[in-house]
């Protein structure tokens, strides 16, 4: 009798969905007792009462889980910037370095053409030589090396090669 007291006092404090729910159960389940069906419909209630509780924790995950991915949607934004500005400094960086670059070349060379002009310098050595095979008094061009790099103070090598790919004297 103390079961069917419980049972009873579990239907008293159950609202009307519960208690609607309770007798519909009894209903299927005739072979258990009244005390019974409202212990499984306080059961019921509190494992209603349970998932209440842990869809209320997963809507609180859900929403935490939103406002990460708005927040990594932000960082990504961010991290874009950085890169952007990155890239940026990295063009003007190398724009700058490449000016620098080439500012340094162009006086190497203007100083390399400049030693290399001057008098009894390579240049004008490499024309004495050429003008001496195009004169036509040298039969072949190996003669013509031996014989005038002593006098612009040039090895023989050098001399022929000054004469490479020059024209045969007309």
């Not at 159950?14 to 499984?40: K, N, T």
């Amino acid at each position: 009798m103390e079961h069917s007291s419980f049972a009873i006092d579990i239907l008293a404090n159950m609202d009307e969905a519960s208690r609607v729910i309770a007798l519909e159960a009894a209903d299927d389940y005739l072979w258990f007792q009244p005390g019974d069906i409202a212990v499984l419909a306080g059961f019921w209630k509190a494992q209603a009462f349970l998932a209440d509780r842990h869809l209320e924790q997963v809507s609180g995950v859900l929403k935490e889980i939103d406002e990460n991915q708005k927040k990594v949607k932000e960082f990504d934004k961010v991290r874009d910037i950085i890169r952007e500005a990155k890239d940026e400094i990295y063009a003007k960086l190398v724009a700058y370095g490449s000016k620098k670059i080439k500012d340094a070349s162009n006086r190497g060379k203007a100083a390399a053409n400049a030693l290399h002009d001057k008098p009894n310098r390579g240049r004008a050595k490499r024309a004495a030589i050429q003008a001496a095979w195009a004169s036509g008094k040298y039969s072949s061009r190996d003669i013509c090396a031996e014989q005038e790099c002593a006098g612009l103070n040039m090895s023989p090598s050098t001399a022929r090669k000054a004469l490479i790919n020059t024209p045969n004297p007309a």
